[in-house]
């Protein structure tokens, strides 16, 4: 049996390296220089915004973060007599994942929007990039919508900040 498109770009994303990897470069140099949250026109990767629920129309958008990669650092505290290496400054985790943490800067930056997922686009040595799909809870076209209807709900406001 042939396979359809999102099957096709599915496979793609397994292994981004041998297949797209050109294209991923160049767009991963332009991506540094950006800042850390970017309205996308349009989803990258169709098939997994999809499936998670993202449509073409308004009161949907895409939004493209920039999260650093790595543990977290504490801050720095008074010296007072200790050696560099027992001060605890390094070797602490966020308690979170990175996607999570991508999905709580999109919602901060459009506070009018709820995030409903996300996904990996990229990732280089020092960064990763991650696609949050949000929706405007009050425009019409997800109000009307009897599958996105949840959103609006009371109680799902600003879930990624939860």
Known sequence: MSKGL?????????????RIGAILKGRLIQWRREA?????????????ARALGYKAKLGYIVARVKIGKGGR?????GRRGRKPTKMGLVH???????QKIAEEKAQRRY???NVIGSYL???DGKHKWFETILVDTQ???????????????PANRKRALR
Do not use: C
């Open 6 to 18: 999102y099957q096709h770009l599915a496979e793609n994303w397994k292994k981004p390296k041998e």
């Open 36 to 48: 850390t949250v970017v309205r996308v026109d349009r989803p990258m990767r169709v098939d997994r």
């Open 73 to 77: 650092r504490r801050t720095l505290y």
């Open 92 to 98: 602490f985790s966020h308690g979170k994942s990175l």
């Open 111 to 113: 506070i009018n929007m």
């Open 121 to 123: 686009v990229g990732e």
């Open 139 to 153: 425009h019409p076209n997800v109000t009307r919508d009897p599958k996105m209807r949840w959103v609006s709900s």
